[in-house]
């Protein structure tokens, strides 16, 4: 099937006039779900309907309007919107050329193909190749849907692509976020630190091979739909999970360990194995979190959980300690009172 164009005109700088035709670069490939009635499974659809009579409209019957006051409206049909600045919907105007890295990637938008129109290869080709030797971009603005869009125009391979790009008014302040220090030194950043940074980038270094990334989520989704099919599962609603509790991780961080982890991973660099110590640590910090899981089950009975959770709560040397007395003072207390239960009951 061929491509249709989504917009027909000119891109204009100076006195040259080069006519093309512009179309989509990129398709969605998201997860087309439904929605559905929980009670009984059916789509779930909406109307375009009259707000006064409350009757469905079809689109034959549609129209656009502008309200300028509360319930008054003028009334723009395509034509209108056409009319009122015909050069600018049907023009791509560059306004200058600027270095391609001067322009922060949160401005890039929707990127579109450009394609020469007939008797417009020449000129096409020309401008490709002055954006080329150049190093530079074009920034224009064309009207696409209504609306007029700054723009980027951009040499890829054997292509222009007008890449749309945000205002300088859409694009939110960073002053609230909390960075750390630009520098290495404030950031508290060691140089041995950074070092070992650049050669875990090092080792992870290649070639840019799009194809080899996949939307691995979708794929596991994917799978799942197909499970829940295969096992008959084509009604069935999956009730959340409770919270499964995972620890929390540490806040501090050990970065040169982290990165020589990594390093040795790789196999670019020799990993120093972690000191036994800390890793003692570390399971036990992790062990009672972890018990209560696997002793937490309907099936353990009261007397027998309840010496279990002491146990857990409670170091056994301390609880030796403390249990030692209290036990003695018992048993003088039961050998007092046998002889005087001995006479009652005579």
Not at 184 to 209: C, F, R, T, Y
Not at 216 to 236: F, H, L, S
Request: with cysteine; net charge positive; aromatic share 6%.
């Amino acid at each position: 099937m061929a491509a249709r164009a989504l917009w027909k005109g000119a891109i204009s700088f100076g006195l040259v006039y080069i006519p093309v035709e512009m179309y989509t670069a990129v398709q969605e490939h998201d997860l087309d779900l439904t929605m559905l009635d929980r009670r009984d499974f059916s789509p779930v659809g909406y109307k375009r309907y009259n707000k006064k009579s409350g009757k469905e409209v079809t689109w034959d019957d549609i129209v656009k309007g502008y309200e300028y006051e509360d319930n008054e409206y003028v009334v723009l049909s395509d034509e209108d919107l056409k009319r009122a600045n015909v050069e600018a919907t049907q023009t791509i105007d560059i306004v200058a050329f600027v270095e391609a890295a001067d322009v922060p990637l949160t401005y890039y938008e929707t990127p579109y193909y450009l394609a020469p129109s007939r008797g417009g290869a020449k000129v096409y080709a020309l401008l490709r190749e002055t954006l080329r030797k150049a190093g530079k971009i074009g920034i224009a603005t064309v009207v696409m849907r209504t609306k007029q869009h700054l723009c980027a125009l951009v040499c890829v391979e054997d292509k222009i692509v007008l890449n749309t790009l945000r205002y300088a008014s859409e694009i939110r302040s960073a002053e609230e976020l909390k960075l750390p220090p630009a520098t290495l030194k404030a950031a508290g950043i060691s140089d041995k630190e950074l070092q070992m940074a650049l050669s875990l980038v090092d080792g992870m270094s290649e070639d840019w091979k799009p194809e080899q990334y996949h939307d691995t989520y979708k794929e596991d989704v994917m799978a799942m739909i197909k499970k829940k099919i295969k096992a008959g599962q084509t009604k069935t609603i999956t009730a959340p999970e409770k919270d499964s509790g995972t620890p929390k991780a540490s806040n501090v961080v050990d970065l040169v360990a982290l990165l020589q982890n990594s390093l040795g991973k790789k196999g670019k660099a020799a990993a120093k194995p972690a000191p036994e110590e800390d890793e003692e640590e570390e399971d036990e910090e992790v062990t009672p979190k972890a018990k209560p899981k696997v002793t937490a089950t309907r099936s353990t009975t009261k007397s027998a959980a309840k010496p279990a959770a002491k146990t857990a709560a409670k170091p056994a040397p301390k609880t030796t300690a403390k249990a030692t007395p209290k036990v003695a003072a018992h048993a003088a207390a039961a050998k007092r009172s046998k002889p005087a239960t001995t006479r009652k009951a005579a």
